[in-house]
């Protein structure tokens, strides 16, 4: 009879996964059952609902339990539903995985619109490692476990769980880890697997772990370039993004101008050219170059002035096919020549076209295919290409969307299959030399442009249905005729940050 007790008194009792609040967030109810989300000064509509569902809807500030809602057999539960998947898609919402003392042992925190916890089955002959992705670090005073490749951020409840996590440095069995003290529980590692942060290996990848996660687009990406790729653009993570002026109140800003270097001066004005000397035309379009955020939409930008600036700046000049290393077994590669300089002639750059308002070209979202110097339209949400265009406008802080948005992708692999360490930085030069290009090119034309420094890596994979480690944003140009001509020293005198 002892036995029996000892084994159940073993057992853990299963932990229980529950929605709630993001603690900045309150709710607020109206009459007629319509309920508000009220954070940092600002109210959000989130849709009317029965009473019954407004009185439930109270305890998401504690906690709702998934399980509770998530068959959707009562109108109530759907409605729960509803109203939690409206508060993440606006990250107003977090996850709670509660152990059986109510003590949270993670906190789940969204990091894309639209993820929901998903538990990946698992069984206890399952193989589970950490993915090369996946890192722990402090944020504040609180220790979390991310990956670019997640929804979520695992925020550290207990320090068990970080021990437990080191283990899974290597290959272990689900069956060895509950032997362990610290074992944090299968509904926690099933939400890790959901998340990519760990993955399943089968016996025979053990020894290759760079090749068993994932496809061979995955393999080719460096750690710390993912990171930063995910990192620094909108879409794959919840932290603050853009002119925060995060530092304003401890450090001042840094001069304009650098403080001279001490030592002998040679000033290079008396070299300059003679006033009567002409000033070359390269020099001349350098100085005029300067930032168009309105455009006019009564004069649109025509499709053949389109087709004029995508030829002179991103057409495929000529091709070949040469070796790369001669000697070492490297198979030959092809390569272009376009106007603008890249990394080893790679051209892993991709033009997609949002187009809202151009002469001879209907609305739509179309990639450039360089080769061929045509367009290509691309089925897409209206809502999505809107979306596309409204970002734009927005990090421009400009009064309208762009005739035209130019989003610049890259084919990842096109560099990183050659490059180690430095993949991710050489393509971020390739696009300033691009944007350089177009700025150019629409100040010959009497064109307006605009660089735009983010772009939503996560929309644009689900407009394309291309991963975002495959092909993905990298910058974005606004492009079309503009509404006046602005000088640089008027940008200057407006106080925009000039690109």
């Not at 989130?46 to 109270?58: I, K, Q, W």
């Amino acid at each position: 009879m002892r036995a029996p007790k000892k084994r159940q008194a073993r057992r853990a009792r299963p932990a229980i996964l529950c929605a709630r609040l993001g603690g900045h967030v309150t709710l607020e109810t109206r009459a007629g059952g319509e309920i508000f989300a009220r954070f940092h000064g600002y109210a959000v509509g989130l849709g009317t609902f029965s009473p019954s569902t407004v009185r439930r809807a109270s305890d998401l500030r504690t906690g709702l339990p998934l399980k509770s809602f998530a068959t959707g057999r009562r109108e109530t539960d759907r409605e729960i539903d509803v109203l939690v998947r409206r508060l993440a898609r606006r990250g107003l919402i977090e996850y709670g995985l509660r152990r059986a003392d109510n003590k949270d042992l993670v906190v789940v925190e969204p990091q894309v619109a639209d993820y929901s916890p998903g538990t990946a089955p698992l069984g206890n002959n399952d193989t589970l490692v950490l993915s090369r992705f996946a890192y722990m670090r402090r944020r504040g005073n609180d220790l979390v476990l991310e990956s670019p490749r997640a929804g979520a951020l695992f925020k550290i409840s207990d320090p068990g769980v970080a021990a437990s996590l080191a283990k899974l440095s290597t290959p272990q069995k689900i069956k060895d880890l509950r032997r362990q003290s610290s074992f944090p529980g299968i509904e926690f590692l099933a939400l890790l697997v959901d998340c990519h942060i760990l993955f399943k290996v089968a016996p025979a990848t053990e020894s290759n772990l760079r090749s068993a996660e994932g496809d061979d687009d995955l393999i080719v990406w460096d750690f710390h370039d993912l990171l930063f790729h995910a990192r620094s653009t909108e879409g794959r993570h919840a932290n603050p993004l853009g002119g925060t002026y995060p530092h304003a109140g401890t450090i001042a800003p840094l001069p304009a101008i650098r403080t001279r270097w001490p030592g002998q001066k040679i000033d290079l004005r008396r070299f300059a050219a003679a006033p009567s000397q002409e000033i070359s035309q390269v020099t001349t379009l350098l100085r005029q170059r300067h930032s168009t955020r309105s455009f006019d939409d009564r004069r649109p930008i025509t499709l053949a002035k389109l087709a004029q600036f995508l030829e002179g700046s991103a057409r495929v000049l000529s091709q070949a096919t040469a070796a790369a290393d001669p000697g070492e077994g490297i198979p030959a590669i092809a390569y272009t020549m376009r106007p603008y300089p890249s990394a080893g002639a790679s051209y892993e750059l991709e033009l997609y076209l949002a187009v809202k308002n151009c002469e001879g070209l209907a609305p739509g979202f179309y990639h450039y295919d360089a080769g061929e110097h045509a367009l290509t339209l691309i089925d897409v949400p209206a809502n999505a290409l809107q979306a596309l265009l409204t970002g734009a406008q927005y990090a421009m802080g400009a009064d309208e969307t762009p005739q035209i948005l130019i989003t610049i992708a890259a084919r990842f692999g096109r560099v990183s299959w050659k490059y180690s360490a430095l993949a991710y930085s050489l393509i971020l030069k390739d696009v300033g030399v691009l944007l350089q290009t177009f700025y150019l090119m629409a100040t010959a034309m009497g064109l307006g442009g605009c660089a735009v420094g983010i772009a939503n890596i996560d929309l644009f994979a689900k407009m394309t249905g291309i991963d975002f480690y495959v092909e993905g944003p990298v910058g974005q140009f606004a492009l079309g005729r503009g509404a006046e001509t602005t000088s640089p020293s008027r940008d200057a005198e407006a106080g925009q940050n000039k690109t």
